[in-house]
């Protein structure tokens, strides 16, 4: 019996290859670029996958006009470059990604905000540490001039270029894991009520807040020796830059904010070891009137199935990182503790945030 002819793929046509690898330099994709060149990329003419197939439709290009796309198709079509990829792809083994393209996906990834995606393309080439140096010296340059919107997107940029080489099974972009650092901040229960996080000197609370939005020890280290008005109004910034939502946290904040002074101020005073009966009395006919458990859901938009208050933090410091700055841990009774909102009224920082409540 004859054997079947085994089907044999086309060659990929040139445009292709150059529109492919343009449209994920263009959206500053490492990801995909990185696919585009692997031993089974759907770009080799000896690799079994079709680029035109429906699954890999996402890597090709829709119609792209912008100024991104056309920049990266007149560098991929370079003819050293193009002679850089073809070579690639049809090398066994490992390619060696074009330095030039890696470079503009990076910029690209930058501008679009994918800071961990630009983090990896300048890992690939070498550069990263150099590219986090230049950011902050140009951020700090914006600062000197008061720009304080441009100073904020520099920082961000450089922190967010930071490298975890400690990660397994390799080095990867550190994240910004806010929910484990939010609970770190509240691990203490308060011994005293002034010793809330919420409730510090404005400039404490400042130092606070840039040590946890930025994540980065020694890049907060730089605005040290500004004034408390620029670190005042350069964290404003960096709060409504990481959170565009922010106005939405507010109503809520405001909302928990009149829910407890409904309650009554000797709710917040409640600790685990009151043994007033009176009190618990009082707070208990308060309850069936008024849940205190409705606090922490107010704060958040939403219910949660576990009531534990370390659950509200992490979920409110994933949906509004800079929220976990202005609440604290209360017990309401022996066995229910929440989060609740607390704030000093004359701080600075609540002013500028617009998370006073009017009518308090």
Same mark, same amino acid.
């Given at each position: 019996m004859?054997?079947?002819?085994?089907?044999?793929k086309?060659p990929v046509?040139?445009?292709r290859?150059?529109?492919?690898?343009a449209?994920?330099v263009?959206?500053?994709d490492?990801?995909?670029f990185?696919?585009l060149?692997?031993?089974?990329?759907?770009?080799r003419?000896?690799?079994p996958?079709?680029?035109?197939?429906e699954k890999y439709?996402?890597?090709n290009?829709?119609?792209?006009?912008?100024?991104?796309?056309?920049?990266?198709?007149?560098?991929?079509q370079?003819?050293?470059?193009?002679e850089?990829?073809?070579?690639? &792809?049809?090398k066994k083994?490992?390619?060696? #990604?074009?330095?030039?393209?890696?470079?503009l996906?990076?910029d690209?990834? /930058? %501008? =679009?905000?994918?800071?961990?995606?630009?983090?990896q393309?300048y890992?690939l080439?070498?550069?990263?540490g150099?590219?986090?140096?230049?950011f902050?010296?140009q951020?700090?340059e914006a600062?000197d001039?008061?720009?304080i919107k441009t100073?904020v997107?520099?920082?961000?940029?450089a922190?967010?270029?930071d490298?975890?080489?400690?990660?397994?099974?390799?080095?990867m972009?550190?994240?910004p894991?806010?929910q484990s650092k939010a609970?770190?901040l509240?691990?203490e229960?308060p011994?005293?009520?002034?010793?809330?996080?919420?409730?510090?000197p404005?400039e404490?609370?400042?130092n606070?807040?840039?040590?946890?939005l930025? &994540?980065?020890?020694?890049?907060?280290?730089? #605005?040290e020796s500004r004034?408390?008005?620029?670190?005042?109004?350069?964290? /404003? %910034? =960096?709060?409504?830059?990481?959170d565009?939502?922010?106005a939405?946290?507010?109503?809520?904040?405001k909302?928990a904010?009149?829910?407890?002074?409904k309650?009554g101020?000797?709710?917040?005073?409640q600790?685990?070891e009151s043994?007033?009966?009176?009190?618990?009395e009082?707070?208990e006919?308060?309850?069936?009137?008024?849940?205190?458990?409705?606090?922490?859901?107010?704060?958040?938009?939403?219910s949660?199935?576990?009531?534990?208050?370390w659950q509200?933090i992490k979920?409110?410091?994933y949906?509004h990182?800079?929220?976990?700055?202005?609440?604290?841990?209360?017990f309401v009774t022996?066995d229910?503790?929440?989060?609740?909102?607390?704030?000093?009224?004359?701080s600075? #920082?609540?002013?500028a945030?617009?998370l006073v409540l009017?009518?308090?």
């Amino acid at each position: 019996m004859a054997r079947k002819k085994e089907k044999t793929k086309a060659p990929v046509e040139q445009q292709r290859i150059d529109q492919c690898l343009a449209r994920a330099v263009a959206e500053g994709d490492i990801v995909d670029f990185r696919f585009l060149f692997l031993s089974y990329s759907p770009l080799r003419d000896d690799s079994p996958e079709d680029i035109t197939a429906e699954k890999y439709t996402y890597l090709n290009p829709h119609g792209e006009t912008d100024r991104r796309f056309s920049e990266a198709l007149q560098a991929v079509q370079k003819p050293d470059v193009q002679e850089h990829v073809n070579a690639q &792809l049809k090398k066994k083994g490992p390619a060696q #990604l074009p330095a030039s393209l890696v470079t503009l996906l990076g910029d690209n990834a /930058v %501008e =679009l905000g994918k800071y961990k995606a630009a983090a990896q393309a300048y890992e690939l080439l070498r550069i990263r540490g150099r590219m986090q140096k230049a950011f902050l010296d140009q951020a700090d340059e914006a600062l000197d001039k008061d720009d304080i919107k441009t100073a904020v997107r520099g920082y961000r940029i450089a922190v967010g270029l930071d490298y975890d080489y400690a990660a397994f099974p390799e080095p990867m972009p550190a994240p910004p894991n806010y929910q484990s650092k939010a609970q770190i901040l509240h691990a203490e229960y308060p011994r005293n009520p002034e010793d809330a996080m919420a409730l510090q000197p404005p400039e404490t609370h400042i130092n606070i807040a840039l040590g946890y939005l930025l &994540l980065n020890p020694e890049v907060v280290g730089r #605005l040290e020796s500004r004034s408390f008005d620029q670190r005042l109004a350069f964290l /404003v %910034e =960096l709060v409504h830059q990481i959170d565009p939502d922010w106005a939405t946290f507010v109503g809520r904040y405001k909302d928990a904010c009149r829910l407890v002074d409904k309650i009554g101020t000797r709710l917040e005073q409640q600790t685990n070891e009151s043994s007033d009966a009176g009190l618990a009395e009082e707070i208990e006919a308060q309850m069936q009137e008024d849940d205190p458990a409705e606090i922490p859901r107010l704060l958040l938009g939403r219910s949660l199935d576990d009531v534990a208050w370390w659950q509200y933090i992490k979920e409110l410091a994933y949906a509004h990182p800079a929220s976990i700055l202005f609440v604290v841990r209360q017990f309401v009774t022996k066995d229910l503790e929440i989060v609740m909102p607390r704030y000093v009224k004359e701080s600075p #920082l609540i002013q500028a945030l617009g998370l006073v409540l009017d009518e308090r």
